[in-house]
């Protein structure tokens, strides 16, 4: 069995804490990835049914030493975050499409795709009631994380009976995106073709470890993935796909088995072909971005994500070469985007994408 829809009523438990954290959390620059706020959602997956939705405390899980996902890596995540908007309402950022591609993500890793409905509810429900986690402070919001792991206490390859699905969330500080310095990886591969590269499963981020920490120790802040074969063909960098911008044409690697499908690229792409420039998605080599940038063609490199947004690269290392870019400031492209980004966002302009879902 690898894939169930059936659904249940969604009705949510709540269980609230008696001991808040809010009061000694420090909102404007706490940890990322330390600090949780008060409540968690989570709903089961056993005898093939989605069941028994329930938010409850933050608190440690308790797990079988032979679970099979702490054995073989039955894990798949989101990542998506909370905001308060200038009307002081609580908006998120294309949650929908979070949805669906966790369902893509379940579906590559043989497991039951939480439903949209349930998905939708959760984050509802879960923001309602930890909203004063979410301040207006400019740059600051709400970091949520669906994930999904097998349950069986089963030390054996073959898909999980029992499952359970969670959402977390925890406050994140305003992002200071100091421009990076990256190195184009051409010896280890992150993804390839018939892989799991598109989904967002535990084992690709754990297998990218080792070649990350050796580029820190060169001095550089990420990766740029090539491609698995020949390594010469731009991929996506860390956790967020890369775009360049070369003679005012905005290119980006086409999606597919081995890249994710980031939704801050999708809404980039869109918001670039709205306002008329050309959009290339399509294969670039390392070597294009080389010659572009000695005959000084290259005008923008960055990042997106839903973590930085847009986080602009400064420096590419290459075979041992360093190669300087542009001046951030001058980046009109770029910074244009995010600016657009940040004020759908936070309603400063109107929503034409459809791309704010309002909690209330
Ligand atoms: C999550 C992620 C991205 C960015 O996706 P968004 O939906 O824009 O946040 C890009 N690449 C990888 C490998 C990722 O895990």
């Known amino acids: 069995m690898c894939s169930s829809d059936m659904s249940i009523d969604q009705k949510v438990y709540i269980t609230k804490t008696n001991h808040s954290k809010l009061e000694k959390t420090d909102l404007i620059n706490p940890i990322f990835g330390k600090v949780y706020a008060d409540h968690m959602l989570r709903c089961d997956f056993t005898?093939?049914?989605?069941?028994?939705?329930?938010?409850?405390?933050y608190s440690d899980i308790s797990i079988s030493p032979a679970n099979t996902t702490l054995h073989y890596a039955s894990t798949i995540f989101e990542g998506l975050k909370a905001y308060r908007n200038i009307h002081e309402e609580i908006v998120v950022f294309r949650p929908q499409d979070n949805a669906k591609r966790m369902v893509l993500s379940a579906?590559?890793?043989?497991?039951?795709?939480?439903?949209?409905?349930?998905?939708?509810?959760?984050?509802?429900?879960?923001?309602?009631?930890?909203?004063?986690?979410?301040?207006?402070?400019p740059g600051t919001s709400l970091y949520?994380?669906?994930?999904?792991?097998?349950?069986?206490?089963?030390?054996g390859i073959r898909p999980s009976d029992d499952y359970t699905f969670m959402i977390i969330t925890g406050p994140v500080g305003a992002y200071y995106s100091k421009p990076l310095k990256v190195k184009i990886e051409t010896n280890y591969t992150r993804a390839v073709i018939g892989g799991t590269g598109f989904a967002k499963t535990g084992g690709n981020y754990a297998a990218a470890l080792k070649p990350?920490?050796?580029?820190?120790?060169?001095?550089?802040?990420?990766?740029?993935?090539?491609?698995?074969?020949?390594?010469?063909?731009?991929?996506?960098?860390?956790?967020?796909?890369?775009?360049f911008i070369i003679n005012d044409t905005l290119i980006t690697s086409p999606i597919g088995d081995t890249i994710l499908n980031g939704i801050t690229r999708d809404s980039i792409l869109t918001i670039a072909k709205d306002?008329?420039?050309?959009?290339?998605?399509?294969?670039?080599?390392?070597?294009?971005?080389?010659?572009?940038?000695?005959?000084?063609?290259?005008?923008?490199?960055?990042?997106?994500?839903?973590?930085?947004?847009?986080?602009?690269?400064?420096?590419?290392?290459?075979?041992?070469i360093d190669y300087e870019l542009s001046d951030v400031k001058s980046r009109k492209y770029s910074l244009e985007f995010l600016d657009t980004l940040n004020k759908i966002k936070l309603g400063a302009i109107e929503d034409k994408f459809g791309w704010i879902h309002k909690i209330n």
């Not at 839903?306 to 400064?314: D, G, Q, S």
């Open 47 to 57: 005898k093939g049914v989605w069941q028994d939705l329930k938010i409850i405390p």
């Open 107 to 137: 579906s590559r890793m043989c497991m039951p795709g939480i439903p949209e409905s349930i998905f939708m509810t959760g984050i509802n429900e879960l923001l309602k009631l930890d909203q004063e986690w979410i301040t207006n402070h």
């Open 144 to 155: 949520v994380r669906p994930f999904q792991i097998a349950t069986d206490p089963y030390i």
């Open 212 to 243: 990350a920490i050796e580029a820190q120790k060169d001095g550089y802040d990420q990766l740029i993935w090539t491609d698995g074969l020949l390594h010469e063909y731009i991929e996506e960098s860390g956790t967020m796909n890369i775009m």
């Open 275 to 320: 306002r008329g420039m050309k959009v290339e998605e399509r294969p670039i080599s390392t070597s294009e971005i080389i010659q572009s940038i000695e005959q000084g063609n290259l005008q923008e490199v960055f990042g997106v994500g839903t973590a930085a947004t847009v986080a602009h690269i400064k420096t590419i290392g290459y075979n041992g």
